[in-house]
């Protein structure tokens, strides 16, 4: 079945530090991929979106690459704030089951540090 | 509304008792999803809606979860004599157009329960 699998957390940065977190997807059709962040006490929110191979999604200086030889995703970060700290969360959206719910990764926890 | 939005915000209950939660989705979004965040299981789907129907409701753990949604608004998820393990956030998520793998969805802050 379809999957995703992020890189174990807790990560740690200073600020100014470049970021990567992987991800990495299993999924029988074409999926589109999505990152999400969730800020210490908030809901889930939309951080970034790319919906077929070699798409880049960006936003907030932050971005992913749908990469569908090596079927990954990965979130980057050129320079992190104190403000980026948060919960990342990676997902496929994949409907050949006819339903187009999300399937999470597991989550990476980001504390940048001033 | 601006948002999805959900009610309670937190619940905390005692063991066999039935909690209701509800979602009120974004104003014309047709697809709604419930999904679970716990600390053992991470973020996993419980059901989705496209309009009043429930095409899959494969993620329910059990028949003592059970969800509706009327009017193609609002919907209730139902979990009946509830357990320890049950204690999690409830998420509502809604997107606008069913049946399109590139459509975002949108989070409600969740209903956070407790089961004592």
């Known amino acids: 079945g379809n999957s995703v699998t992020q890189m174990e957390g807790p990560v740690t940065l200073s600020e100014e530090a470049f970021l990567t977190i992987n991800c990495t997807y299993t999924a029988t059709g074409y999926p589109s991929l999505f990152w999400y962040v969730q800020y210490p006490g908030e809901g889930l929110q939309l951080l970034l979106k790319a919906t077929k191979a070699d798409d880049k999604g960006s936003n907030k200086g932050f971005e992913a690459t749908y990469r569908k030889e090596t079927t990954s995703f990965h979130l980057e970060k050129g320079s992190v704030q104190v403000s980026d700290s948060a919960v990342y969360f990676c997902?496929?959206?994949?409907?050949?089951?006819?339903?187009?719910?999300?399937?999470f990764g597991t989550g990476t926890r980001l504390k940048v540090l001033a | 509304g601006a948002g999805v939005s959900q009610s309670p915000s937190n619940k905390v209950t005692e063991k066999g008792k039935d909690v209701e939660l509800r979602c009120d989705p974004i104003s014309g979004h047709t697809a709604l999803y419930w999904y679970r965040q716990s600390l053992g299981q991470g973020l996993e789907f419980l059901i989705y809606f496209q309009g009043n129907s429930a095409p899959d409701k494969s993620g329910l753990p059990s028949d003592r979860f059970s969800a509706e949604r009327t009017g193609g608004s609002v919907s209730t998820l139902t979990i009946q004599r509830t357990q320890q393990e049950d204690s999690a956030v409830y998420l509502c998520?809604?997107?606008?157009?069913?049946?399109?793998?590139?459509?975002?969805?949108?989070f409600g802050p969740g209903t956070r329960l407790t089961v004592l």
């Open positions: 997902a496929l959206s994949e409907g050949t089951s006819g339903t187009y719910k999300y399937i």
């Open positions: 998520a809604s997107s606008l157009v069913p049946g399109l793998s590139t459509d975002t969805q949108y």
